[in-house]
């Protein structure tokens, strides 16, 4: 008899799987040659889960999306291990570029003695792909109010969401080869990117509730609208937020901006 090492099952000797969880029974000790073949045949072979799972989200997107709403966990990547897989390469690939690239991020443009704009630009680049990440719910919140006579909840716009970005990520890293062999500016990049992006998304929502054309063209373009006030008025929110707390905790700051600005006008 075996024992499953992660439910603690009991069962026949004979099998190499768990009947309960499906976990495969594994009795060698790791070494350099065993954590790449494992890597290899998890992330890189031919029946690769997440390679499959990218392909699918360009041809067939409602067929993970639906799958995993519906129950499906072993046929493609689940959402949330897609979306951080992604953002993890995405760091990577900012990385590469802000340490060896400096310039293809603007760095170039900021003049020697402006070292606060710079410390600002590289705190950006090195948190962009959370700070990016944030704006994910309202993005669900907007499509659950667009299509809000559909079959998805709140959750479940989350979860396209997150393949959508997921895969919008691993497209970016992708074209860090062009951008580098080009030096294309990265600001341009990130605005066709942009676009492509809800393109994608009315792609999606085409898919998955079976739209015609000019009603996936109405949605796309009604829930990018309900996007950008949404995204307005939490800005809005956030500002104030930020402004009453330096005049509450950081008065100083205020003063010395009073200060300087009265310097200038004299």
Not at 182 to 187: C, D, E, G, R
Request: hydrophobic fraction near 45%.
């Amino acid at each position: 008899m075996k024992t499953c090492k992660n439910c603690t099952t009991r069962y026949s000797s004979k099998f190499n799987y768990c009947p309960h969880c499906g976990a495969q029974w594994l009795d060698y000790r790791l070494t350099p040659r065993k954590i790449t073949a494992e890597f290899t045949e998890r992330y890189l072979g031919t029946e690769n889960v997440f390679i499959k799972t990218c392909v699918t989200l360009f041809r067939y997107p409602e067929d993970v999306i639906n799958g995993y709403i519906t129950g499906q966990r072993k046929k493609y990547v689940n959402v949330i291990n897609f979306f951080f897989i992604s953002l993890t390469l995405f760091g990577i690939h900012i990385f590469v570029l802000k340490n060896f690239y400096p310039e293809l991020l603007g760095f170039d443009t900021v003049s020697s003695n402006e070292k606060n704009a710079e410390e600002h630009l590289s705190y950006f680049y090195d948190y962009m792909g959370l700070l990016t990440s944030l704006f994910i719910p309202f993005y669900a919140l907007t499509g659950w109010v667009t299509f809000y006579k559909k079959s998805y909840n709140f959750v479940e716009h989350l979860v396209l969401f997150g393949y959508v970005f997921g895969l919008i990520n691993l497209i970016t890293v992708l074209l860090t080869p062009v951008i580098i062999i080009t030096s294309l500016n990265y600001f341009q990049m990130s605005s066709v990117l942009s676009i492509f992006s809800f393109i994608l998304i009315g792609w999606y929502y085409k898919r998955i509730f079976k739209l015609s054309f000019w009603k996936t063209v109405w949605k796309t373009f009604l829930m990018t609208i309900l996007y950008f006030i949404v995204q307005s008025i939490i800005t809005l929110i956030i500002g104030m937020i930020i402004i009453a707390g330096i005049v509450i905790f950081y008065p100083d700051l205020l003063e010395g901006l009073n200060i300087k600005l009265n310097g200038t006008q004299l």
